[in-house]
């Protein structure tokens, strides 16, 4: 039998994992680890939907002013972070408190065990100009256009030939801005309905 391969790590599990790949001690895997959570996460909707490595109980936030910076991930030190309940203490995102949210990584942007980078592991998040490039390149395409739910699956890989990524929900939300719902067919609208016209 087959064993289950998790697509989302715990952070115990992710530091073993780095550990293993990288052939270091677990507590410089936790430094690098720490590392990419300083440079890739976000607190904010737009932040938090441009990368794809973490996901983080109730993020992206709702609050607008908590006397912190957007960038509080940034500033996230080692003491904020529990390794076996795999939890990063933080603001919440409703009540002004601090609380300890369940914090997971993505097991396909690590490293992989042979020591050589995961393709995703090395990628940029990108901007919102150059998403929007990749979603006209993909309507002005010959053939059907897709619809919403089809976009994200066209626009990645041509993002992630450029060195770059972003997340479905943020392909989806920039597809969904007024210059490229024109160019989608009307909902209920099909191929052959357009062609019985």
Do not use: C
């Not at 697509?7 to 590392?35: N, P």
């Not at 933080?90 to 065990?113: H, N, Q, T, W």
């Amino acid at each position: 039998m087959t064993a289950y391969q998790p697509g989302w790590l715990r952070l115990a599990e992710a530091r073993k994992h780095v550990a293993s790949a990288l052939a270091i001690q677990e507590t410089d895997a936790e430094a690098w680890l720490l590392r990419a959570i300083q440079d890739k996460l976000r607190a904010d909707p737009e932040g938090y939907a441009a990368q794809s490595m973490f996901r983080v109980e109730s993020f992206p936030t709702t609050w607008k002013t908590r006397g912190l910076k957007v960038d509080w991930p940034a500033r996230i030190t080692a003491d904020r972070l529990s390794w076996e309940n795999s939890t990063v203490n933080g603001p919440d995102s409703y009540r002004l408190i601090d609380k300890d949210l369940f914090l997971e990584v993505r097991a396909a942007s690590l490293p992989s065990i042979g020591g050589v980078e995961n393709d995703e592991a090395i990628l940029k998040p990108a901007s919102t100009a150059q998403i929007r490039a990749i979603i006209r390149e993909v309507y002005s395409a010959p053939g059907k256009p897709p619809n919403i739910n089809e976009l994200p699956k066209k626009v990645r890989p041509r993002l992630q030939k450029l060195g770059l990524d972003a997340s479905g929900n943020r392909i989806s939300e920039i597809g969904n801005e007024p210059e490229f719902q024109k160019l989608r067919r009307p909902r209920g609208a099909t191929l052959a309905s357009e062609r019985a016209k």
